[in-house]
DNA sequence: TTGTATGCGTTATCAG
DNA sequence: CTGATAACGCATACAA
């Protein structure tokens, strides 16, 4: 059986129909759900295609279903925390109910969230999930006139095209705040970053007006980019004036590491017995031995299977553009004071 | 010019043909590269495609092309900092180039990785690139016979097929143990994890024969999966004993961090006075102001421009099948005594 | 430069 | 159950 030399090319289905002796339409039956083909010819095809190593084209399939089974997942900072295990969670959730994922990243200059987006159309994506970054209206609905599923997920902008799945970020804000003023805080910072995103500034003004109807103001402090750094910066900057303040709330978990880490490191502080601190997104790191932090844990689990559930939907009357909204449950550990 | 209402379903070359009133070649003309078209219908092409939504189908062109433009990224764990980051970096790079990206995430059930071979086939990859895992030799073939690249990522067993990107894990692991020596160390524990990964073990064995070379006797110890929580657990068992170590080397900087914290938060131990750590990626974590993690950097760069220019190199004469090995290098920080 | 015709790999339809 | 044939959206050789 020396027919299988390297052939350097994709097999097609009609060399697997000829090395089986019957035609191209028995081929495909038998790589189609639910097609009749006889066992005997079922056997003859399936044997070819191992010999040969055939593989269903799904491209050309593609183009006669409006099915490419594809989709974009468009982001920035894939490599954050957060993010790498939301695309973790969709991927695992996407392959589950049989669509791939093609991620896109955005990290690079301004106006790449367009060329994603003009990606997802080239690739005839059935849906494009927006992760991070601000798209263009235009191309939001050039995608849903072609027909895809669009996902915008944490933005504040709910247009009614798009699905849009966001995290009640006012509701645990103002809970943040609480927290740690039932612990006995009063002059209490707030720790977001220059990155302006609508989650961050909704965090932020929650919990300014929480404050406020407290009767209590707060100073923010944006030290950098959304980062570790960014916290450590601010911590930095906010803890050698005179007047320290006694709880920090920080918008995201990374930034609060940063800032408890200039706490203990450069002023030698103690959590949480000078300090309070609260995060947000509860990452892998917000519970390491070192952090022990009392944060808010991201509904990634949710999100994923919100969105699987919306693609896997395959009915077409399905109602599109609306918006769900998730709780993010506040997670205890050891940098609020118990009381 | 009502003629654009959702159409629910994506445009084609016909219909902006129509709309501008010139032939379906013409309109394919436009959008390809270095094709003869005048400027008054390349005008009129791209202004009926605009109010049209049109995109080129790149699934369809694939078909006539044996170029799909995209790339398969397998791998498991890829929330991990050290996979994240990579994932990051070759998408970027990928994206410069004319790629994208597809990923599976083979991290579910065990015989995964076959169908994420299958589904590179599928979709007509250019390339597959294997992230972690073990996949089947002989889809392997498959995927070369089709002509696509192979890209095995820190795999030991070189094949002659695929192209082998590895980094220099046994180098690395040597140097690690003489920065311990050099430190006075000489109880030095490893630590590992029940993963048996090859880059892993290769960095066990290389450190556990210079340790032997320098008539030290070293204990392995493998608490888990790889990751932080492993790394802590190994910390309890290793330093409750009486025989506590006075270094160790931890073959992931998640496991390090963990040993650490163990060290620290359960025994109250100093690092690196009473206890020497070398961990191994450099993730951003280990650059952190609670850990200042002494540890090997990842070449995560050299990785993904190499993968490119395996990519980008159109030369069918390219001579596959290569194996290339990247440097470790040390970055020095404060868990390793200076002496 | 432009249009016509053909083929890429697949599936759906239809006749047998 | 099976095979021939027409699409799907596109690029290109060819003729004009």
């Keep these: 059986m020396s027919e299988l030399k390297p052939g350097r090319s994709f097999v097609s289905a009609q060399q697997v129909a000829e090395l089986a002796g019957v035609s191209r339409s028995a081929v495909s039956r038998t790589f189609t759900d639910g097609a009749s083909v006889s066992e005997t010819t079922r056997k003859k095809v399936l044997e070819a295609a191992e010999t040969l190593g055939y593989h269903v084209n799904h491209l050309a399939r593609s183009l006669i279903h409006e099915d490419s089974g594809i989709v974009c997942l468009i982001g920035a900072d894939i490599n954050t925390p957060y993010h790498s295990r939301l695309i973790d969670a969709i991927t695992r959730r996407l392959q589950a109910i049989n669509r791939v994922a093609m991620v896109i990243n955005t990290s690079g200059d301004t106006d790449s969230v367009e060329a994603a987006l003009r990606q997802t159309l080239n690739y005839r994506a059935n849906a494009t999930v927006v992760l991070s970054g601000t798209p263009p209206t235009s191309l939001i609905n050039t995608c849903l006139n072609s027909g895809q599923h669009v996902i915008l997920i944490n ?185």
């Design 155 to 339: 933005r504040d902008d709910h247009l009614d095209g798009p699905e849009n799945i966001s995290v009640d970020n006012a509701a645990a804000a103002r809970e943040a705040f609480h927290m740690l003023h039932r612990a006995g805080s009063r002059r209490i910072a707030v720790v977001s970053s220059q990155a302006g995103t609508p989650s961050l500034v909704a965090r932020e003004r929650a919990f300014e007006t929480a404050a406020g109807e407290a009767g209590l103001d707060v100073t923010i402090t944006r030290a950098g980019p959304t980062g570790y750094g960014a916290g450590f910066e601010a911590g930095r900057l906010l803890l050698s004036g005179s007047h320290r303040p006694d709880a920090a709330f920080c918008v995201t978990d990374l930034l609060a590491c940063g800032f408890m880490d200039a706490a203990r490191v450069e002023f030698g502080m103690n959590v949480p017995e000078e300090l309070c601190v609260v995060g947000f997104d509860d990452i892998e790191q917000a519970g390491w031995a070192s952090y022990q932090l009392t944060t808010f844990r991201q509904p990634i689990v949710q999100v994923a299977d919100h969105i699987t559930m919306l693609l896997d939907g395959e009915d077409p009357l399905r109602q599109r553009g609306g918006s769900v909204s998730f709780h993010a449950d506040p997670v205890w550990r050891r940098t609020v004071r118990p009381k």
